[in-house]
């Protein structure tokens, strides 16, 4: 009887649980756009494991009219149909200065106008909708929440509303019960939730997985039916560069993502319903993992305009990190490790100690510029045994070893002599031979035009 009542615990957990993986989309980006680009994007991210977008829009009339976003997220919707994608409608309401917001009426016609599409995700059968906030405009709250959802309804498209409310993930990372009572108290109209809390918040510490914990508890025994969101990052940091201590931070990112990562994958791991990588392509804030467009090509249907980010952007490549994203996310839905029959190393470094005095964009402290280590970082997924061996400078061969198809993480720290710029060197050692060198994709230097802290990412891939 006993184990019955737990096969059947089990089977009921089975019916709720998803296991997919959305990747925050800034449609912002989007602008030059077309079918075939948005399929690019797709491809790419289907073959990092990602199932879906999560489209963040702001109001069209918010800024220099953005009334394109709606002809952007149609032909989202038609690649996605082609190329068997999901998308799900994440408004952003976190803005405030434009003093435009969105209205019931118009999210509801959005929501409804894709509701037949294959391409629109679902949860319970539910349009799936998430935000970027709602909880700090007095424009929204519960009751904006409830009318939304008692619309969609009243037109036979019920919505199931997993909202990222900031405040209550800020809070969650200090106080993981009050926030989550919290939470459920004062919004009875969610029914999932997002955790955008994926950094560690201003402090010198790792992140852990308490305030998921906490939310996703609270949410199961007020007897919520929609998904819990835990949100995954690489990094954090932006620049705004207009003297506003406020507007330019960086977060505690240097072994960020594989530690989170490790949290939800191995026998004790902790179970969302559904990941939510930060972010696709929000490059301002440097938590990217799609290719970089191309500065200079203006004809290119990803081409975008970075202003004063582009001078901490452009030529910082992310793209090997999706190599663990992908490693993860086959671990995390097969619920086994996969078996890895080549060498990968993927490491990542910032291109100046922290204590670089930069020409421009430091029109005000960088927040938190103390927490980083400067030093070059490594994650290590080898097919056989072996010691990955990293130099910088005259910092040289710090080993780690890595175990067969077990990722490993290691380290070395920028020596004092930088100058003229050092480039790191990463190796793999195997049976006393060197099996295979690779040079950082830029060196380090202490002299800087630009205040960066966003990291360049290298890798060794099979040749
Ligand atoms: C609702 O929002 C849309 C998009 O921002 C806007 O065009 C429209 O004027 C708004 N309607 C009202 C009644 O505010
Ligand atoms: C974070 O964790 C890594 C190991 O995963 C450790 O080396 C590092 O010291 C930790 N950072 C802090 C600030 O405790």
Same mark, same amino acid.
């Given at each position: ?45 289907? !073959? ?23 002809? *952007? ?59 970027? %906030? ?5 424009? =929204? ?113 240097? =072994? ?30 440097? !938590?990217?993992? *799609? ?17 004063? !980010? ?16 992908? =490693? ?6 097969? %619920? ?128």
């Amino acid at each position: 009887m006993f184990s019955f009542l737990l096969t059947a615990a089990a089977l009921a957990a089975q019916v709720a649980t998803a296991a997919d993986v959305f990747a925050h989309f800034m449609v912002q980006n989007s602008y030059a756009y077309t079918v075939d680009q948005w399929k690019a994007d797709m491809a790419v991210a289907k !073959h990092t494991g990602i199932d879906g977008f999560a489209l963040n829009w702001i109001p069209p009339d918010c800024q220099a009219d953005l009334s394109w976003s709606v002809d *952007r997220i149609a032909d989202a919707f038609e690649a996605a149909e082609d190329m068997k994608f999901k998308l799900m409608h994440s408004f952003d309401m976190s803005y405030t200065e434009c003093n435009i917001f969105w209205n019931q009426t118009f999210m509801a016609d959005i929501l409804t106008k894709h509701a037949g599409s294959s391409a629109t995700y679902r949860w319970n059968s539910n349009i799936l909708v998430s935000t970027y %906030g709602g909880d700090q405009a007095d424009e =929204y709250g519960d009751e904006f929440f409830q009318g939304l959802k008692d619309l969609m309804k009243s037109g036979s498209n019920s919505i199931s509303l997993a909202p990222a409310l900031t405040t209550y993930s800020m809070q969650a990372q200090t106080d993981p019960n009050g926030a989550s009572s919290d939470l459920i108290e004062n919004y009875p109209s969610i029914d999932g939730y997002l955790n955008w809390q994926a950094w560690p918040l201003d402090m010198d510490k790792n992140i852990t997985i308490g305030p998921d914990k906490a939310l996703q508890s609270s949410l199961t025994k007020a007897g919520k039916t929609g998904p819990y969101i835990m949100s995954v990052s690489p990094w954090q940091y932006k620049d705004l560069n207009d003297g506003n201590p406020l507007n330019a931070w960086v977060a505690y990112s240097d =072994y960020l993502f594989p530690d989170r990562f490790e949290s939800i994958t191995g026998p004790d791991a902790f179970q969302p319903d559904i990941i939510e990588l930060l972010t696709w392509n929000d490059f301002a804030e440097s !938590h990217y993992i *799609r290719d970089l467009p191309d500065k200079d090509d203006e004809t290119a249907t990803d081409y975008v305009v970075l202003g004063d !980010h582009g001078n901490y952007v452009w030529g910082q490549d992310h793209s090997g990190w999706r190599r663990m994203v992908r =490693y993860y996310i086959n671990y995390w839905k097969s %619920g086994k490790r996969p078996t890895i029959n080549r060498d990968w190393v993927v490491y990542w470094y910032r291109i100046h100690p922290k204590d670089a005095v930069c020409a421009g964009g430091l029109s005000t402290p960088i927040r938190n510029a103390d927490f980083p280590a400067d030093a070059v970082f490594a994650w290590a997924l080898l097919k056989d045994y072996a010691t990955v061996s990293m130099s910088v400078g005259d910092n040289k061969y710090w080993d780690f070893d890595a175990k067969a198809g077990v990722p490993a993480v290691g380290m070395v720290p920028f020596p004092s002599d930088l100058s003229g710029g050092v480039t790191p060197e990463v190796s793999i050692m195997r049976g006393g031979k060197m099996v295979e060198i690779n040079k950082g994709p830029q060196p380090i230097n202490a002299e800087c035009e630009w205040a960066n802290f966003n990291p360049v990412v290298g890798i060794i891939k099979p040749s």
